[in-house]
């Protein structure tokens, strides 16, 4: 990048400021387009003769040598103590961030812990239906039990790069949606066991479908009959589990009804299928659309939502609908978003007390991933501009933010 004198700055600029070090200035993020005179002052209290900028992204030129000297500068406080302010709070901010992070990494190290746990459930129902019974059951206290016990909730994104995904990742966030959606709707301890048990199993059916059935988005009318019957295959494979709730049963036979009364494999109609199943089927349908097999077709989770909500609301319960939106946010984790000082960041964790104030993973192509600023908007001066399409990203960006190309869910108690 070409550099230009600090006198030679105006209001327009991008510039970057890499070379210094996060730590060493009291801006946010380390390339950015200056937005006033005032930041151009703080440059200059830094010490600095000239720093590197970027035409591309700048809306002005810098100014020319032989350009009018700028009029005074109005009179801003920018003595060193002043400065030293901006930097402590920056130092702050560093600290604070240092623990998002951790609390992230630890929060994704157990979530891959509980998934290949519900990996080796769902492989061994078949072979022990009582003792995987039991251990989803322990699986799954753990999760209510500390939904149950916060005041609000954290959804988070799981972003590092894991293992293969497969059943347990699509039963795990179906699982983790379904008690979102559950707790939100006030649903009790035992009916949110018996929720998130039956969210947890409600494919084991599938173990029976042939891949190429499962994985084929253009089925034949046969085809299409025979992936159908997973779920009769599902209550095949639990038929063994005596001690296994009806309401939990009934989500493996009930995930495919339509509030319309068009699913399958009974046709009921709204009312007749039973609440949780009718939550299961939310989360099911949503999970499905962000992380189809093809991941090419992948909706955001802003469009998986959207067509919820515009082209297949009849198929839902259109109040627990109507929640799942409201608990989600706007800008589920996952949303790839503009901030409203033009940096691109995606969701990595939302919290029901402030859904329109998430927590931002920022890219920054001068910041090593595992060092990514992350972005409290709760206590930023920023918010969310818009929405972004990865598709129409450039893939460095995408795969910055999102190496995994999955957006799978945990879900944290907060107190
Ligand atoms: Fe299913």
Redo the contacts with the bound molecule.
Sequence with gaps: MPRVSIDHLQPGVFVSLAELGWLEHPFLLNSFRIADKKQIQILRQLGLKSVEWDPARSSVQPLTENAPAPEAEEEIDFSGAALNVMLDSKRERAVRVREQRERLARCERLYEQETTGMGEILKDLGARPVESHARAKAAVGRIVGGLLKADSVAVHLVNMKGKEPGLAHHAMNVMVLSLLLGKAAGAGEEDLKNLGLGALF??V??TEVPSRVLKNAQRSASEEHFYQA??GY?IKNVAAIADMAVAARNIIAC??ERFDGKGYPNHLPGAKIPRLARMAAIA?RYD?LCNPFDLRTAKMPTEAVAQMFKREGEAFDPELLSLFIKVLGIYPPGSFVQLSDGSVGIVVETNSRELLRPLVMLYDKDVPRHEALLIDLADADLGVKQALHPAKLPLPLVEYLAPRGRVDYYVEAVR
């Design positions: 409600h494919d059916g599938k997973h779920v599902g995930h495919h099911n499905n």
